[in-house]
């Protein structure tokens, strides 16, 4: 399994258009010691031209462009890009789908709950199927496992198992009768043919012991990275939501992922969407030290990993 890192900074990406906190006003002066990043995206492949994404961002136009797999092989219209799986209704995970939209035949795997959020709560999304065969909608439990396959049913090698991490939908999904609190919100268990398997859970907002099992499985982690601190936000923007009210574990403390990680013995730890407020960017600061010396890296864009 070939997995291509396209983006891994949180919403907003990093610098954030709005943002003027330390770390990214250093990035704009050019004195930053540490990455610029776009909005987190991740693209696997098992024979490295069929490829799968993990979600779509808002980034993700010009995060094909920088990746010469995922762009047309032939002349004429065609994409390597077979289908979108997505673990959420958030803005950074599904927005991009809306510039896949040029009629590209594409499967989109995701719970009946997002689904219904997407196709019948946002007419924009009506776009994805203008015409027949555009995108075929598979719908995805928690729970279980499926075969990774392009819209005409082309199997990709991969294997996909979903499991709900939270039932916290986005403060957009104003209506959520119907919806299923266990769809809200997933990670993903992604395997290959040859062995290889992968966690990818950009949207943890605690640590429990079944979960901290099904990590111990697998050869890569790709883990919340998002906040260093529980009150980051309300300290750099002087008001708004902790980090867990966010519904993300932060990466220090006593009860955060680097101590409730720190037994994960087998996988490769990465942590990804990462904030840009978050201090652990900054490569010559003490959090940055303190990761590092846990075992773990921080994604960075263009990170490809053979698993
Ligand atoms: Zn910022």
């Not at 399994?1 to 258009?17: D, N, T, V, Y």
């Not at 209506?175 to 809200?184: N, V």
């Not at 990670?187 to 949207?203: D, E, K, N, Q, V």
């Not at 990680?261 to 303190?290: C, D, W």
Request: aromatic content about 6%.
């Amino acid at each position: 399994m070939r997995i291509e890192i396209l983006g891994s900074a949180a919403g907003g990406g990093f610098p954030q258009w709005n943002c003027g906190c330390p770390n990214c006003s250093a990035v704009r002066a050019g004195t930053f010691p540490g990455k610029a990043r776009t909005q987190t995206q991740v693209a696997l492949s098992n024979d490295r031209q069929s490829w799968y994404l993990l979600n779509a961002s808002p980034d993700l136009r010009l995060q094909i462009e920088a990746t010469p797999a995922l762009c047309p092989q032939t002349h004429g219209r065609s994409s390597p890009i077979k289908a979108v799986v997505l673990t959420s209704a958030d803005i950074d995970q599904v927005a991009g789908l809306l510039s896949l939209r040029e009629l590209q035949p594409l499967r989109i795997y995701c719970t009946p709950s997002l689904r219904r959020v997407l196709r019948e709560h946002n007419s924009v999304f009506g776009m994805l199927n203008r015409v027949s065969g555009q995108v075929v909608w598979s719908d995805i439990k928690p729970g279980e496992s499926f075969p990774l396959a392009s819209a005409d049913g082309k199997d990709s090698g991969l294997c996909c198992e979903a499991f709900s991490l939270s039932s916290r939908y986005p403060a957009y999904v104003a209506d959520r009768s119907g919806l299923g609190p266990e769809e809200a919100s997933l990670g993903l268990i992604l395997s290959s043919s040859s062995g290889g398997r992968l966690a990818y859970c950009p949207a943890v907002p605690a640590v429990d012991d079944t979960l901290l099992q099904r990590l111990e499985s697998v050869d890569l982690l790709l883990f919340d990275g998002t906040f260093w601190a529980d009150d980051e936000l309300i300290r750099v923007q002087g008001q708004g939501a902790t980090a867990r009210e966010m519904g993300h574990i932060p990466v220090s403390s006593q009860q955060g992922s680097l101590r409730r990680l720190a037994g994960l013995r087998r996988p490769r730890k990465i942590f990804l969407h990462v904030n840009n407020t978050n201090p652990m960017l900054n490569e010559s600061g003490p959090e940055y030290a303190q990761v590092s010396a846990a075992g773990w890296e921080i994604a960075e864009d263009g990170l490809g990993i053979e698993l």
